[in-house]
């Protein structure tokens, strides 16, 4: 997947996005200008509920680059060359160029994208309690959302962070790199499986379509892990 537009360089390193941000960032912008900030701080205007959920969702997509510049300078740090950043449609993407030179370098690469969104989520939400009017719900909303990105990410399969660190310890414990990289991954499709088989009964359970979204992220988390496995087969 490559960026559609570029973003900058910031620390110098190239970042950019793909174009699928616009209409996860435009339909995040509508769910905040209709339901939590309205529902929060009713009667205002429409014009303010719109302005404050476009600044929410363009502040979610900074905080999602800050998780990711976190991992590419803790690559940079441990000696990896990191070709760029793309963010898209679930979140963002770091391409360090080559693995890392041990499991200890592996993990803190791996957790330090979720350490930057426990932070940020917990810096927005003291932003929130002390703020009034419309702007006071719509950085709870952040904070909330990024403690649920940093326990989403953490949790351990491939390609998901947690599935890093998991994959450096059964490095680190059995000293075989590919072994690794497929309990990681086979976790990752398994944890994939069953976020799919939560978000489904969800849906049937309760009728609500919410569940779609957990069963998304599950396919496609599945799907990754899928493919990363292929590449872990010995060869012959
Ligand atoms: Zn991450």
Do not use: K
């Not at 490559?2 to 209409?23: D, E, M």
């Amino acid at each position: 997947m490559h960026a559609t537009f570029p973003l900058g360089r910031p620390a110098g390193i190239a970042v950019g996005a793909h174009w699928s941000v616009l209409p996860a960032m435009a339909l995040l912008a509508g769910f905040l200008a209709r339901s939590p900030l309205p529902d929060t701080v009713p009667g205002l205007s429409p014009a303010v509920y719109w302005a404050t959920g476009v600044t929410g969702s363009l502040v979610f997509l900074a905080s999602l680059l800050v998780h990711e510049l976190s991992h590419a300078l803790a690559a940079r740090d441990r000696g990896l060359v990191v070709d760029g950043i793309t963010l898209w449609l679930l979140g963002g993407r770091t391409e360090p160029d080559g693995d890392p030179p041990s499991p200890r370098a592996a993990i803190a690469v791996a957790v330090a994208g979720p350490v930057a969104s426990l932070a940020a989520g917990a810096g927005f939400l003291v932003a929130g309690l002390l703020s009034t009017g419309v702007a006071a719900p719509a950085l709870t909303w952040l904070g909330w959302a990024n403690l649920l990105l940093a326990s989403f990410t953490l949790l351990p399969g491939a390609p998901l962070d947690g599935g890093r660190v998991l994959q450096a310890l059964v490095w680190r414990r059995t000293g075989d790199r590919r072994r690794a990289r497929a309990a990681a991954a086979r976790s990752g499709h398994v944890l994939g499986v069953v976020l799919v088989a939560a978000g489904l009964l969800q849906v049937v359970w309760s009728g609500s379509l919410a569940g779609l979204w957990p069963a998304g992220l599950g396919w496609f988390l599945a799907w990754c892990a899928r493919a990363e496995l292929a590449t872990c087969a010995p060869r012959s």
